[in-house]
């Protein structure tokens, strides 16, 4: 079965630090870009972050530049999204999706995780 | 960026009619990569639709996509109760990605 499963997520003080990870199955990870993106609970879809398929091209929301890195691990089929310097604004579901093809934008992400919680919060 | 701008915000209709959901780009969508997604309440999205018009594998052919450059539809046939969720658009062509603001499709 192809799956994505994030874990990762808790509560973080203001300024603090997290990082998610996404353990993807059922297909050859190598062969696909991937892409962060959140949601607060109740409102819409955001693009946080996207990566091509051997790491070499990624992508960053204004939002969370300089603060957000991507990357992946070919070796353990898994994506990760490093958070450092949250703020309350970055509190949502974070979800991974795969592209359809290589790269992480030209392409509709046609699967999903169910993502995992970040609150950020004193 | 690329601000999409999908309306209405909420459609109240019935089993059996037809939805026509739109998502207005603020520039041109290059190749017409745009994708829409179906969201039902504690679950992920749904590809339904990319390239504009190019349904995703298992979609049901009562959904269809349309259109080009800024305006886009997204029209269902005739609703089916699984049908009543929320619909986004989003644009992938251009970086930062970005997603409209969602249309829920309720029962009237």
């Known amino acids: 079965e192809v799956q994505l499963v994030e874990s990762g997520g808790g509560v973080v003080r203001p300024g603090g630090s997290l990082r998610l990870s996404c353990a993807a199955s059922?297909?050859?990870?190598?062969?696909?870009?991937m892409s962060w993106v959140r949601q607060v609970p109740g409102k819409g879809l955001e693009w946080v972050s996207g990566?091509?398929?051997?790491?070499?091209?990624?992508g960053y929301a204004d939002s969370v530049k300089g603060r957000f890195t991507i990357s992946r691990d070919s070796a353990k089929n898994s994506l990760y999204l490093q958070m450092n310097s949250l703020r309350a604004e970055d509190t949502a579901l974070y979800h991974c999706?795969?592209?359809?093809?290589?790269?992480?934008?030209?392409?509709?992400?046609?699967?999903w995780g169910q993502g995992t919680m970040v609150t950020v919060s004193s | 960026e690329i601000v999409l701008t999908q309306s209405p915000g909420t459609l109240s209709l019935s089993p059996g009619e037809r939805a026509t959901l739109s998502c207005r780009a603020s520039?041109?969508?290059?190749?017409?990569?745009l994708a829409w997604y179906q969201q039902k309440p504690g679950q992920a999205p749904r590809l339904l639709i990319y390239g504009a018009s190019s349904r995703a594998t298992g979609i049901p052919d009562r959904f269809s996509g349309s259109g080009s450059g800024t305006d886009f539809t997204l029209t269902i046939s005739r609703l089916e109760p699984e049908d009543f969720a929320v619909y986004y658009c989003?644009?992938?062509?251009?970086?930062?990605?970005?997603f409209g603001g969602g249309t829920k499709v309720e029962i009237k």
């Open positions: 999706a795969r592209a359809r093809g290589y790269s992480y934008g030209y392409d509709a992400f046609d699967i």
């Open positions: 990566i091509n398929w051997n790491g070499g091209s990624t």
């Open positions: 520039q041109n969508v290059s190749s017409s990569y």
């Open positions: 059922g297909f050859t990870f190598d062969d696909y870009g």
């Open positions: 989003q644009q992938y062509g251009s970086s930062p990605l970005t």
